[in-house]
């Protein structure tokens, strides 16, 4: 069971990137997706997240209105558009895959090996 994180990189304040999920080794059908970041010297956040079955969506106050998270069942990948990126948004951001919808990464099973993504001018 794998799930491969890409698409981060360093971007202007304002701007926009798109992160990926891939999962591959099993179905993910019946699953809730989140994505969490890690800043240097903070703990690890949930940013958003997504049921795999139905495509129902939470998000975190700080990204709201600027993340979108969507899945591809077909290709089996679960996206991350952030737009108007802040500074505050630099972080490492990593998807996993849990039993549940929750905030707390502990119960997340599984877990992509991060991607970089910094905001700065």
């Known amino acids: 069971v794998q799930l491969q994180a890409s698409g981060g990189g360093l971007v202007q304040p304002g701007g926009s990137l798109r992160l990926s999920c891939a999962a591959s080794?099993?179905?993910?059908?019946?699953?809730?997706m989140g994505w969490f970041r890690q800043a240097p010297g903070k703990e690890r956040e949930f940013v958003a997240g997504?049921?795999?079955?139905?495509?129902?969506?939470n998000y975190a106050d700080s990204v709201k209105g600027r993340f979108t998270i969507s899945r591809d069942n077909a290709k089996n990948t679960v996206a991350l558009q952030m737009n108007s990126l802040k500074p505050e948004d630099t972080a490492v951001y990593y998807c996993a895959a849990g039993r549940g919808w929750s905030k707390s990464p502990e119960t997340y099973g599984y877990w992509g090996q991060g991607t970089l993504v910094t905001v700065s001018s």
């Open positions: 997504i049921w795999w079955s139905s495509g129902s969506t």
């Open positions: 080794g099993r179905t993910f059908v019946g699953y809730y």
